[in-house]
């Protein structure tokens, strides 16, 4: 067969700028290797996250003495993120690279995008009330995605751990992973979408803190579907008697804690097996288990141990959530 010499685009439908059409191919004499970053230009202009977010900000600055905004700036900073520039003075670099350009709606000759002092002056602007309805705003996105209300939503509530290098405000040093880091809060629905996510220092969270943000998440929800279901669902450090209260007085919310795996068998030569426990007598059970155990299932808990879902050759439905557009 006759090799093809015709040059093709191989990211075909790029939205034009300024009344130009944008072609990406391989046979140009300007390359990149950042071109991810027209199909995410499509992706965010169809989502708005930038403007949403931005929208949640007071912006203090003089409004004729603007040359970038808000807007602008968030876009910037989420682009270089996802492009693998975590770092904020890379902006000093990127600002006048054509594809980031491209990606932000400026032409390669056109003014340079925002340098690092912006980014940095921006990531400090908003305060906690910003940043609380920040978080309400990528709740009301992820709600507004449904085509129709689903009857019932799990929530994955998790926390994990991330490694700062510097002195970064919130960062605490966390004796398990043995650095510094955050421990943010992140909730993805049971079909992996992602709801919202809460930046914390890097310690496991107490069950008042873990009622204070679930209240704000589920009346958030609850804004927008009123009587969906819901179940939450997270590891067994969160089933603490603070949230086994929040959800009793609710019935549509069921928590469903997961067991901890079972402990590794260490295989070294000097290991012996420990000696197995005496069960306790029938009826020798502490008050405060019982109690808990009463609270438990006053609340709604299905429990990874007793529920048939953890045991052999089981598996538990959930009905899914309808289709998001």
Partial sequence: ????????????????IHGRAIEARFDSAMMSSDGGLLVLREIEQRLGIAKRLAACIHDKRAPERIVHGLDEIIRFRMLMIAAGYEDGNDADSLRTDPVFKLAMDRLPDHGDLCSQSTVSRAENLPDRHALLRMGRALVDHYCQSFRQVPRRIVLDIDDTFDAVHGGQQLRLFNAHHDEYGFQPI?????????????????????GRQIVF??????????????RVEILLRADSHYCTPEVLRFCRPNGSIIFSASRRPPRCVDTSPGWKPAR??????????????????????????????????????????????????
């Fill in 1 to 16: 067969m006759p090799a093809n010499d015709e040059t093709t685009p191989i990211l075909p439908g790029l939205s034009p």
């Fill in 186 to 206: 992140v909730v993805f629905d049971g079909q992996g979408r992602m709801i919202t996510a809460l930046l914390r220092p890097a310690c496991r969270p107490s």
């Fill in 213 to 226: 943000w679930l209240r704000r998440l589920i009346a958030a929800l609850r804004d927008n579907w009123p």
């Fill in 276 to 325: 197995p426990r005496t069960p306790p007598a029938r009826g020798a059970r502490s008050s405060g288990a019982s109690k808990n155990s009463t609270m438990a299932r006053q609340a709604g808990i299905v429990s990874s141990a007793s529920s048939p879902a953890s045991r052999p050759g089981r598996r538990a439905s959930i009905p899914a959530s309808s289709s998001p557009t």
